[in-house]
């Protein structure tokens, strides 16, 4: 939890995973809100660290009055879409970063989120977009009501959309995108069938 970008040392904990474990990929979600400081650290984690591709992730949950009602602070989305857009304007001088989208999946977001992933893919210049499922425990258990049926045309949506985005020069990311759509298929049989373990755990 929390604003990754508060941190001063971003940047050089990004560096020491790269530099010590050869980390390939780095995905760093974000509400966005705080663009100077996002681009500048962007802008220097991708110079510091050329063999790693970093996904910087940004959360948009609906359109503007509902997005900033979610998230309890107004002008939020205006941020977070400002940032967006100047993120993006890095892929002048970087290849080795993706700018990603996730709207959470609830009830709070179900009627409009159709809609809003189409306004997304025309307005802002992102490289994929992604949807989470609402899960763990809510402070508001209502929004995990959803409608299962939506959810299907939201998958077949995501589904039926281009690998890639034309801005996007990210090398793995069909690789990404894969794994997302892999992911989407696995919290549906999650939700199906909620007693039984729906994937294999090899963290052992």
């Not at 009830?107 to 763990?136: A, Y």
Request: glycine letters at 4%; a negative charge; hydrophobic letters at 35%.
């Amino acid at each position: 939890g929390g604003e990754p970008y508060l941190r001063d040392d971003l940047p050089q904990i990004a560096h020491i995973f790269c530099s010590v474990n050869n980390c390939r990929m780095i995905t760093i979600p974000s509400n966005g809100s705080q663009t100077d400081r996002i681009v500048e650290y962007a802008a220097r984690m991708c110079s510091e660290n050329p063999n790693t591709v970093f996904r910087f992730a940004f959360s948009l949950d609906g359109p503007r009055t509902m997005h900033d009602a979610i998230r309890g602070v107004t002008g939020l989305f205006d941020r977070t879409c400002q940032t967006i857009r100047e993120v993006a304007r890095l892929h002048d001088q970087f290849s080795n970063f993706a700018v990603l989208t996730s709207t959470v999946f609830s009830s709070q977001t179900q009627d409009h989120i159709l809609d809003f992933l189409d306004w997304i893919e025309h307005e802002l210049p992102g490289d994929q977009t992604n949807v989470t499922f609402i899960r763990g425990n809510p402070l508001d258990i209502e929004t995990l009501r959803v409608n299962s049926k939506i959810y299907d045309q939201v998958i077949a949506r995501l589904k039926s959309r281009p690998g890639t985005r034309e801005v996007n020069r990210q090398p793995d990311a069909l690789v990404s995108r894969s794994m997302f759509l892999n992911t989407l298929d696995t919290v549906v049989d999650a939700n199906k069938t909620p007693d039984k373990r729906c994937f294999e755990c090899f963290a052992g």
